[in-house]
T-cell receptor, first 105, second 115 residues
Framework: GIQVEQSPPDLILQEGANSTLRCNFS?????LQWFHQNPWGQLINLFY???GTKQNGRLSATTVATERYSLLYISSSQTTDSGVYFC???????FGAGTTVTVRA | GAVVSQHPSRVICKSGTSVKIECRSL??????MFWYRQFPKQSLMLMAT?????????EQGVEKDKFLINHASLTLSTLTVTSAHPEDSSFYIC???????????FGSGTRLTVV
């Protein structure tokens, strides 16, 4: 099956810092999503982005489908951004291993 | 927005007993739901796809007789862990596709501990 790799595995940020999370996938995809899992386990859909660029507040994402990667940008990070960020591909959502983000005040 | 309600949020059961987890779509009809399992500090692994009115489709390596899935209505899917063992302890999450492909919504998860 398709392989989804995320980097870095862990990220520690000072409040206000910017960061970039990466998702590489091994085959062409018809769906790519970014999710945030909060410390209590709830998953929230951030972006549906099989290609192109989208922005939502301090978060933005870019997918270059031809090169099989996607990037999630967090700007001016806040402590509430802490949690695990997953990318997932295709209809049944094959998940990457996630990036654990810790934002310190 | 679309909400999936998952219950219970936490359950402790004895080895050998069965546990039922429910996922309800509150304000939309979910013809398809997905069930995932997540071990601590790991990713989500798809267990099965639940389709209303038909048999669930299980992923390779998932025991159908152990993880019984029923999707009898457009708003309710259940996962029953039968004859639970300590190795079944995990975080179970359901999700549903809402409308267009980009609308996935997740239940809040069930933390199962088998003692």
């Amino acid at each position: 099956g398709i392989q989804v790799e995320q980097s870095p595995p862990d990220l520690i940020l000072q409040e206000g810092a910017n960061s970039t999370l990466r998702c590489n996938f091994s085959d062409s995809v018809n769906n790519l999503q970014w999710f945030h899992q909060n410390p209590w386990g709830q998953l929230i859909n951030l972006f549906y982005i099989p290609s192109g660029t989208k922005q939502n507040g301090r978060l933005s994402a870019t997918t270059v489908a031809t090169e099989r990667y996607s990037l999630l940008y967090i700007s001016s990070s806040q402590t509430t951004d802490s949690g695990v960020y997953f990318c997932a591909v295709n209809y049944k959502l094959s998940f990457g291993a996630g990036t654990t983000v810790t934002v310190r005040a | 927005g679309a909400v999936v309600s998952q219950h219970p949020s936490r359950v402790i059961c004895k080895s050998g007993t069965s546990v039922k987890i429910e996922c309800r779509s509150l304000d939309f009809q979910a013809t398809t739901m997905f069930w995932y399992r997540q071990f601590p500090k790991q990713s989500l692994m798809l267990m099965a796809t639940s389709n209303e009115g038909s048999k669930a489709t299980y992923e390779q390596g998932v025991e159908k007789d152990k993880f019984l899935i029923n999707h009898a209505s457009l708003t309710l899917s259940t996962l029953t862990v039968t004859s639970a063992h300590p190795e079944d302890s995990s975080f179970y999450i359901c999700s549903a596709v809402v409308g267009q492909l980009n609308g996935y919504t997740f239940g809040s998860g069930t933390r199962l501990t088998v003692v």
